[in-house]
């Protein structure tokens, strides 16, 4: 059967502050069609959550331990092509580090952004995600 009700777009947050992800927990809860799939505290966590929850777009921090968001991110891509990412980073400069490549990034996201903003920009790179 047919349905008019737009799907849920599944988002999996990964930062290794508890204050960050639970902020972002509770901004993303508050939205139509946004469905939170999952917190992870790193990218080892973040590789696991997405072999078992399939996320739309992930919101992933670049600098945190046991495994970086650069390392993660190559990895995710390999596992979910489709799956959009979105680096969400402190780093003033997105040139930040030469060695690291930024291919498998597909969006960044300073932290300071306003809330509704990283909203936004999970919601268009979600269509994308959607639409492959």
């Not at 069609?33 to 973040?46: M, Q, R, T």
């Not at 739309?56 to 968001?69: F, S, T, W, Y």
Request: glycine share 4%.
């Amino acid at each position: 059967m047919l349905s008019c009700k737009p799907s849920m777009l599944k988002v999996l947050v990964v930062d290794d502050h508890e204050l960050t992800r639970f902020s972002l927990k509770l901004a993303f809860s508050r939205q139509d069609n946004i469905e939170l799939v999952g917190l992870a505290s790193n990218g080892k966590e973040a590789i696991e959550m997405v072999r078992r929850y399939h996320p739309d777009v992930i919101v992933l921090d670049l600098q945190m331990p046991i495994m970086d968001g650069w390392s993660a991110s190559t990895q995710i891509k390999d596992i979910e092509p489709n799956t959009q990412i979105i680096a969400y980073s402190s780093l003033e400069d997105m040139k930040y580090d030469e060695d690291s490549s930024t291919d498998s990034l597909d969006a960044f996201c300073q932290k300071d952004t306003a809330t509704p903003e990283l909203i936004a920009l999970v919601r268009e790179l979600g269509k994308r995600a959607i639409n492959h």
